[in-house]
């Protein structure tokens, strides 16, 4: 499978702050020599001079970033081997940019999430990892990633010790079956300032018999976009009119298909209306087309003229899908100024947009303990929490289990505009349930 026909994975690198993710990144991109000649250029004079090779400055972009040596905003990197192109979003492992790690993970295929052996507590059992690997590792699980590379970083300050790569290994599966991480889990020894097991397998770990970094990423599945297999779910972006006059009254309805499939004649439901039509026509960029599948940008035309606007659906006639006012979410907080009950916001999921009152928090994770503290009275910066929201208008939303796209919302401070939390629909009403 050449780089031209594989799918392009995305895959972030998730952890604590110092755990090597801007190194990481760096080596990779060093060994795998797909780096762009200036920067390759720098880094050889680096080391000609006997200077320690910087590679975390290849993605820390950010003069601040550079200054104090953390990530704080999101760097995207893109390269390709033989076998496959990929996008590498550098996340921030600092508590503070917890909101940023979040944005990246959303849209990710895979996570590397490392983790400093120099670090961790051997003195429990199992072993105890940092507060930030846990919950990273809790987003992780309620975003659904579907493949997670478990990376023990800085093994060669610990004489690459096999016994200690154990504990960190049994450690991190004993975090996962607490928190219900059902991704596939890979566990790679690695140091990623040596670039033991990043591109070559290392003689340091020969009782490592799995595959470096590198090679692993290029065999890691895709989902691809949308979800085919489900029953079609448009949600209406904008409503296309030509001239509005009698000989050409164009109305047609653009936006994104997030699940399933639909054919020209079929029958479908306008929600939250509740009323039925059919399909006239269907465009794509390639013109107009007689079927399209989840993932295309698309015009619909109906055969009868239905009141529709933005954050309106159209459903499969057999969508199972229906408008609802009353959920239960998770709650990834990201403001500074903590949830207040009694405060006004907004929910935007898709295209919709409704107020909402946020009427109960049920708990909120402890990521020290990894338990739920019940009767919470607010979520505070980085809290991780399940709520239960009622919407003013009523949203056609599925849970975020059941199809990411439909089942994810932000929720925006009415008073400062500020994006205030991301959220993961988790039941409603005859809707499916997940945990967080």
């Known amino acids: 499978m050449s780089a031209t026909t594989a799918p392009v994975l995305r895959f972030i690198t998730a952890g604590s702050v110092d755990d090597g993710k801007s190194t990481l990144i760096g080596r990779l991109l060093y060994d795998s020599k797909t780096l762009l000649a200036d920067q390759l250029d720098k880094l050889n004079r680096d080391a000609e001079s006997g200077r320690n090779i910087d590679f975390a400055s290849l993605t820390d972009g950010l003069a601040a970033e550079r200054e104090q040596g953390i990530t704080i905003d999101v760097a995207y990197r893109y390269f390709a081997t033989a076998k496959r192109k990929f996008i590498i979003a550098d996340t921030p492992g600092h508590e503070q940019y917890t909101r940023n790690m979040v944005t990246g993970a959303s849209t990710a295929d895979a996570a590397i999430v490392l983790i400093d052996a120099a670090r961790v507590d051997f003195s429990t059992t199992p072993a105890t990892l940092l507060p930030q690997t846990k919950r990273h590792s809790a987003i992780l699980k309620l975003l659904g990633c579907p493949s997670v590379i478990v990376a023990v970083n800085k093994l060669d300050l610990l004489d690459f010790n096999e016994s200690k790569y154990r504990a960190i290994t049994e450690a991190y599966a004993a975090l996962a079956a607490q928190i219900g991480l059902k991704a596939d889990i890979r566990y790679l020894p690695i140091s990623a300032l040596q670039g033991d097991n990043i591109v070559n397998t290392s003689a340091h770990t020969p009782w490592y018999d799995g595959l470096p970094l590198l090679p692993l990423l290029e065999t890691l599945p895709v989902a691809g976009t949308g979800r085919a297999d489900l029953?079609?779910?448009?949600?209406?972006?904008?409503?296309?009119?030509?001239?509005?006059?009698?000989?050409?009254?164009?109305?047609?309805?653009?936006?994104?298909?997030?699940?399933?499939?639909?054919?020209?004649?079929?029958?479908?439901?306008?929600?939250?209306?509740?009323?039925?039509?059919?399909?006239?026509?269907?465009?794509?960029?390639?013109?107009?087309?007689?079927?399209?599948?989840?993932?295309?940008?698309?015009?619909?035309?109906?055969?009868?003229?239905?009141?529709?606007?933005?954050?309106?659906?159209?459903?499969?006639?057999?969508?199972?899908?229906?408008?609802?006012?009353?959920?239960?979410?998770?709650?990834?907080?990201?403001?500074?100024?903590?949830?207040?009950?009694?405060?006004?916001?907004?929910?935007?999921?898709?295209?919709?947009?409704?107020?909402?009152?946020?009427?109960?928090?049920?708990?909120?994770?402890?990521?020290?303990?990894?338990?739920?503290?019940?009767?919470?009275?607010?979520?505070?910066?980085?809290?991780?929490?399940?709520?239960?929201?009622?919407?003013?208008?009523?949203?056609?939303?599925?849970?975020?289990?059941?199809?990411?796209?439909?089942?994810?919302?932000?929720?925006?401070?009415?008073?400062?505009?500020?994006?205030v939390a991301a959220g993961m629909i988790r039941s409603g009403s005859s809707q499916s349930t997940f945990e967080i």
């Open 231 to 419: 029953p079609a779910h448009f949600p209406v972006q904008r409503v296309a009119r030509q001239d509005g006059s009698s000989s050409n009254d164009f109305r047609g309805y653009q936006g994104r298909l997030e699940s399933g499939r639909l054919k020209a004649g079929e029958e479908i439901v306008i929600q939250p209306s509740g009323k039925h039509a059919r399909i006239s026509a269907i465009y794509n960029a390639g013109g107009e087309t007689r079927e399209a599948q989840a993932g295309e940008t698309l015009t619909l035309t109906l055969d009868t003229d239905i009141d529709i606007s933005r954050g309106d659906s159209i459903l499969a006639a057999d969508n199972p899908t229906r408008p609802g006012q009353d959920f239960q979410a998770a709650l990834c907080w990201f403001d500074e100024t903590p949830l207040n009950l009694r405060r006004k916001y907004l929910l935007k999921q898709g295209t919709q947009t409704s107020a909402v009152k946020i009427s109960e928090i049920a708990y909120v994770w402890d990521v020290h303990t990894l338990s739920h503290v019940q009767s919470a009275h607010q979520l505070a910066l980085n809290d991780i929490g399940s709520v239960s929201l009622k919407t003013q208008q009523p949203l056609t939303a599925t849970t975020y289990a059941d199809n990411p796209a439909t089942g994810a919302f932000i929720l925006i401070d009415e008073a400062t505009h500020h994006t």
